[in-house]
């Protein structure tokens, strides 16, 4: 069974960092692209940034570009996002998901809650 | 960037309904488009890819359609739990990978 299990979310001051993690397993991590998406609190979904599989190519959205890195490490199936000069809109549901092929996104975590407040 | 525009936000249906819902592109972006679906509490589900093909395991009442910039998701004989958002999405050879703004499906 496909799983996805993100992690390392919670209450972060603004301007400060945190760093999400994404264990997956039933399948095999290194042959998919992975992404994250969030979810603000009552609102829609926002794509936020995907790599590739192989060689690890990366992707953002311009709302997060340049404030945030994701990466893989695929000897530990684990799929990261590391964000940095957190905001307040940054507060979101964040979700991992699996690329069935590019952009389609065919697994999900349930999603990892970051609150940005002072 | 292509903007896509679901409608209705909402709609009040009836077990046992076809309901139809829109998402409608900025610009042609072929067949490029996914649905999914997403319940209260849960994580969003996949249904439908590249704008008419079903998702393995989902219930064939669900059948999307449309090509350019109109496309449609509609679900006969409405059942309890297909109450949930749902959402369509653009997709293409690399991102941004844009999502509508979903519509809201509810029971009378």
């Known amino acids: 069974e496909v799983q996805l299990v993100e992690s390392g979310g919670g209450i972060v001051q603004p301007g400060r960092s945190l760093k999400l993690s994404c264990e997956a397993s039933?399948?095999?991590?290194?042959?998919?692209?992975m992404n994250w998406i969030r979810q603000s609190p009552g609102k829609g979904l926002e794509w936020i940034a995907y790599?590739?599989?192989?060689?690890?190519?990366?992707y953002y959205a311009e709302t997060v570009k340049g404030r945030c890195t994701i990466s893989r490490d695929n000897a530990k199936n684990t799929l990261y996002l590391q964000m940095t000069s957190l905001r307040s809109e940054d507060t979101a549901l964040y979700y991992c998901?699996?690329?069935?092929?590019?952009?389609?996104?065919?697994?999900w975590g349930q999603g990892a809650s970051v609150t940005v407040s002072s | 960037n292509i903007v896509l525009t679901q409608s209705p936000k909402s709609m009040s249906i009836s077990v046992g309904d076809r309901v139809t819902m829109n998402c409608r592109a900025s610009?042609?972006?072929?067949?490029?488009v996914v649905w999914y679906q997403q319940k209260p509490g849960q994580s969003p589900k996949l249904l439908i890819y590249?704008?008419?093909t079903r998702y393995t395991g989902v219930p064939d009442r669900f059948t999307g359609g449309g090509y350019g910039t109109d496309f449609t998701l509609s679900i006969n004989s409405v059942q309890a739990e297909d109450v949930a958002f749902y959402y369509c999405?653009?997709?293409?050879?690399?991102?941004?990978?844009?999502f509508g703004g979903g519509t809201k499906l509810e029971l009378k």
């Open positions: 998901a699996r690329s069935l092929v590019t952009g389609v996104l065919d697994a």
């Open positions: 039933g399948f095999t991590f290194s042959h998919y692209g």
């Open positions: 790599i590739t599989d192989g060689i690890s190519y990366s």
């Open positions: 610009q042609n972006v072929n067949n490029n």
């Open positions: 590249y704008a008419s």
């Open positions: 999405q653009r997709i293409y050879n690399f991102p941004p990978w844009t």
